[in-house]
C-alpha cells in the first residue's frame, strides 16, 4: 500500500502512514498500528505521541479501556507537530487541514454521586486529542441547561456534551426543542454524554449499541472519534381532554392545561414510576436507591386504574382498561446502566417498546424486576405484556390520597392526567460512533 506521507524521526528511526496503518521503527524494531486502533495524537515537545485504547480485562472479568500511549520522538518540536497533524488527518478521513470541531462541555456538579467534575477531569484530554476544542459551563441551578439552549448560538458550537445525568440531559433537549428554530436546533447540534448521574440510561444504551463497555473513558471515546447516529424523540402532551368512557366525569372540576415536553428515554407509571420518583429521598445510596425503594414498593403494593390505548402510526389502536400495576415504555434498550429493560429497542426506528402489567402477585413481581432488568422480558410473558408502537395514549383515573401516583418522563415527575406520546423518528443526533479494532493491543509504551 503506498505510504500518504514517510520521514525518518530521531536516532534515524522511519516512520510511514498508509491509509490504513501506521508503521514506525522503535527500539531497532519495525512495528504496525492499524488505524482504526488509533484514538488520536498530541505533540508534547518533540515527542510524537500515539494514542490508543485497548480492551482488556479487568479484575473482576469486564473489558474496559485502558490508554496506551507510544512515544516516537522526532527531531524536532515541528516535525512532531507535523506528523500529529498528518494522523488526525488521516483518522478524520477527510483531505486537507482539519475541520473546526467545538464543543460545549455542560457539567452538573450536584448530578448523582457528585463526581462530574472528577469525571471530566479524567477526560478531557479525551474529548481534545482529535483536535478538538471544549468550552466548559458549570450548570448552577435547575433548568439552568435550558436557560442555556434557549439562547444557544448555534453557529458557534459544533456539538454539546454532558458530563452529567439524563436528567441534565432532558433539560438540554427542552431546552433546544423550545426554541422557534427547534427542529433545525435539535437536529443540527450532535449529543454527547459522560455518564455522572445516577441511572445514564442513555449512555449505557449509547455504549451498548456501539459494542462499548460502560465506563467514562469509553462514554469520552464515543464523544471524541466524531460520528453520530440518529435518535428517536417523542412529543409528550399533558394535560390532553380524557375521551376513556366515564374518564371526563372522573376529571370534572380538575384543571388540565395542555403542555408539551420531549423525551428521548421512557414514560414511567404506576409502581415504576413511584419508585423512581419517590426513592429520591435516598439519592444518598446512589443506583441502589432503586433496588430499595421496589421492596419497599412491592411490599406495600398499589394498584392504579386506567386506560392505554396505543398503535404503530396509521394502524388500529388497541385499547387496554382497568387495574395497572404498571405501564413502562421505552424509546432505549436501558432505563439505567444495570436494567436491560426493552432489550429489542432500537434508538431510531421511529418506535417505542411499551410493557405493562395488569396483575402480578408481590412473588412474580420481586422475581420479575430482576428477570426485567438483565433484558429478559420474554421469560416473563405470564404477567408482562410488551407491545412495539409508535404512539400511546395514557388516561389514568385522577389522584387521590388512597389512590396516589405520579407520572414520569425521562426520570422527570410532569403533571398528572391524560397524557399523549407520539415519537418522532431520527428527531435529534446522539455521538455514537463505534471502534473497528476491539481487540488489538498495541506494542507497550517505552519507559
Known amino acids: 500500500m503506498a505510504a500518504l506521507k514517510e520521514d525518518m524521526l530521531a536516532h534515524g528511526q522511519s516512520i510511514s502512514l498508509s491509509e490504513g496503518e501506521l508503521v514506525y521503527e522503535k527500539l531497532g524494531q519495525r512495528e504496525g498500528l492499524r488505524l482504526d486502533a488509533i484514538e488520536g495524537a498530541s505533540a508534547v515537545g518533540s515527542t510524537l505521541l500515539v494514542h490508543t485504547f485497548p480492551l482488556r480485562s479487568s ?8 490508554q496506551v500511549d507510544i512515544a516516537l520522538p522526532c527531531a524536532s518540536t515541528s516535525q512532531a507537530d507535523e506528523w500529529r497533524t498528518a494522523l488526525l488527518q488521516a483518522l478524520s478521513g477527510q483531505p486537507g487541514p482539519l475541520a473546526r470541531r467545538h464543543l460545549m462541555v455542560l457539567v452538573n456538579p450536584h448530578s448523582g454521586t457528585r463526581k462530574a467534575r472528577r469525571n471530566l477531569a479524567a477526560t478531557r484530554h479525551i474529548l ?27 453557529d458557534r458550537y459544533d456539538g454539546l456534551v454532558i458530563v ?10 427542552n431546552g433546544l426543542m423550545k426554541r422557534g428554530d427547534g427542529a433545525e436546533a435539535i437536529g443540527r447540534m450532535p449529543l454527547g454524554i459522560i455518564p455522572s448521574g445516577t441511572g445514564n440510561g442513555l449512555a449505557k444504551s449509547l455504549l451498548a449499541s456501539a459494542g462499548e463497555p460502560y465506563d467514562i473513558i ?3 471515546l464515543l464523544v471524541s472519534r466524531g460520528g453520530v ?35 428521548f428515554l421512557a414514560l414511567m407509571w404506576g409502581l415504576v414510576s413511584d419508585i423512581d420518583l419517590e426513592s429520591e429521598t435516598c439519592r444518598c445510596f446512589g443506583s441502589a436507591r432503586f433496588d430499595i425503594y421496589a421492596v419497599l414498593r412491592i411490599l406495600a403494593l398499589r394498584r392504579y386504574r386506567g386506560v392505554l390505548r396505543h398503535r404503530m402510526e396509521g394502524g388500529p389502536w388497541t385499547t387496554v382498561e382497568g387495574d395497572f400495576v404498571m405501564v413502562w415504555a421505552m424509546n432505549l434498550a436501558w432505563a439505567a446502566h444495570d436494567m436491560n429493560i426493552a432489550p429489542n429497542a432500537e434508538q431510531d426506528n421511529g418506535a417505542w417498546e411499551c410493557l405493562y402489567i395488569q396483575r402480578a402477585t408481590r412473588m412474580q413481581l420481586a422475581d420479575g424486576f430482576g428477570k426485567l432488568g438483565t433484558g429478559q422480558v420474554e421469560a416473563l410473558t405470564d404477567f408482562v405484556t410488551s407491545v412495539r408502537c409508535s404512539e400511546i395514549e395514557l388516561e389514568p383515573e385522577p389522584r387521590e390520597p388512597a389512590n396516589p401516583g405520579h407520572i414520569d418522563i425521562d426520570g422527570e415527575e410532569v403533571p398528572f392526567g391524560p397524557v399523549r406520546v407520539a415519537v418522532r423518528k431520527g428527531m435529534a443526533r446522539v455521538m455514537c460512533q463505534p471502534v473497528l479494532a476491539d481487540t488489538f493491543a498495541p506494542p507497550p509504551p517505552s519507559v
Open 229 to 263: 447516529a440518529p435518535l428517536d424523540l417523542a412529543e409528550v402532551t399533558t394535560g390532553i381532554s380524557p375521551t376513556a368512557p366515564g374518564m371526563a366525569e372522573r376529571y370534572a372540576g380538575r384543571s388540565l392545561t395542555e403542555h408539551t415536553t420531549w423525551s
Open 164 to 173: 452529567s445525568g439524563d436528567g441534565l440531559m432532558y433539560e438540554v433537549v
Open 218 to 220: 469509553s462514554a469520552a
Open 128 to 154: 481534545t486529542m482529535r483536535g478538538a476544542t471544549i468550552e466548559e459551563v458549570e450548570t448552577t441551578h435547575a433548568g439552568h441547561a435550558e436557560e442555556i439552549m434557549l439562547t444557544l448560538d448555534l
Open 59 to 66: 479484575c473482576c472479568g469486564a473489558a474496559k479501556r485502558t
